[in-house]
């Protein structure tokens, strides 16, 4: 059946089409709606306060998809063979990010639209994501019930800790990592090794909690007293009104960054940048430096000298850094997440 158009609603759709043809291709491209895969809670919130007005400029709008880091992998290996898929962005920490490049799911970084990527400190750059803020796992303990600050992560396995310890069982592969380190005592790793400290651990009363913001609520309350956490928590839970201190363990300290990635089959490039540019401005470096604890990523971060030395590490303790084969980590993750979830949290 042919539909045949009246003169005016002819002459109505070409004045939208002309119309429509004298914007600017950046504001067809980019307007609209960036959906960005991420953690919720307080990460969340920065990036609303922080990220969120900035895009608004152009009329991009945030949709969050929040989901634990285990979820946004499966999210992007479930959909690597649909042509468009459901993220613009996602956001993981670094070795979650390798291994989704190992994966094959994400696309090559477009540089030459993204000037601040000339910002990113040398350490941090690679082909496949935008390293968009910094931490160190470190020990966190509540200063006034802990007489006698631990220096090694070796301490927390003594009996002085037993039963208030509290980790994060979303940081189940930095787990792993740390009780490797303990297990070595200075030697070559041993994962497996590091498993069966993490049993130890678990038979002395550890107790586990779901995520981070559930951790700081257990450090609030005095149900754990120490744990094993970013740099980062210990300046956001301190600023938060908890009497918690932090230290480099001598075992070295495991840096991260948190990074962005574009999917291989994100729905709209423009966005995916748009949304990069804004997260690498000084707004956002500066707010998740106040509000979250994070040190940046970028040279001109407009972040003070003062804060930069409350957040970061001094020389000599990234003269201790660890610095595991990420790509041997990437290709343990899916053998150790069987593990936590059928073994230890058995």
Not at 12 to 35: C, E, F, H, I
Not at 163 to 179: C, E, Y
Not at 233 to 252: F, L, M, S, Y
Request: hydrophobic fraction near 45%; aromatic fraction near 8%; avoid cysteine.
């Amino acid at each position: 059946m042919t539909t045949r158009l009246s003169r005016r609603q002819a002459l109505a759709l070409l004045g939208s089409a002309a119309g429509t043809s004298m914007l600017p291709k950046s504001s067809l491209a980019a307007s609209g709606k960036v959906t960005v895969g991420t953690w919720g809670g307080a990460f969340q919130d920065v990036l609303t306060s922080s990220v969120s007005p900035i895009l608004a400029k152009d009329q991009i709008e945030i949709v969050f998809d929040i989901a634990m880091q285990g979820e946004r992998k499966t999210k992007l290996l479930a959909e690597k063979r649909l042509r468009t898929g459901s993220l613009d962005i996602v956001l993981l920490a670094d070795n979650d990010m390798y291994e989704m490049n190992l994966a094959g799911v994400l696309a090559p970084l477009p540089a030459d639209r993204i000037p601040q990527l000339e910002k990113l400190f040398p350490e941090f750059r690679n082909s496949y994501s935008v390293p968009q803020i910094s931490s160190g796992l470190v020990i966190i303990y509540r200063s006034d019930r802990v007489a006698a600050a631990p220096k090694s992560y070796a301490d927390l396995w003594t009996s002085k800790f037993a039963g208030k310890l509290g980790i994060a069982d979303t940081l189940f592969v930095q787990n792993i990592i740390v009780a490797s380190q303990v297990a070595a005592a200075g030697g070559p790793i041993d994962y497996e090794a590091g498993k069966k400290k993490l049993l130890e651990l678990k038979a002395s009363g550890v107790k586990i909690y779901p995520g981070v913001d559930q951790l700081a609520q257990g450090m609030k309350s005095g149900e754990v007293t120490t744990t094993i956490m970013w740099r980062a928590r210990a300046a956001q839970w301190k600023d938060a009104g908890i009497p918690v201190d932090n230290v480099g363990a001598t075992e070295g300290i495991l840096p991260v960054t948190f990074e962005i990635g574009i999917p291989a089959n994100a729905p709209n490039l423009s966005r995916s940048i748009a949304f990069i540019k804004s997260a690498l401005s000084p707004e956002a470096q500066v707010a998740f430096a106040k509000q979250f604890g994070y040190a940046p990523t970028v040279s001109d971060s407009g972040i003070s000298q003062e804060m930069l030395d409350k957040l970061g590490f001094t020389d000599q303790e990234r003269a201790h850094y660890f610095k595991p084969d990420i790509k041997q980590i990437a290709e343990l993750t899916p053998a150790w997440s069987d593990w936590w979830q059928t073994v230890f949290l058995a």
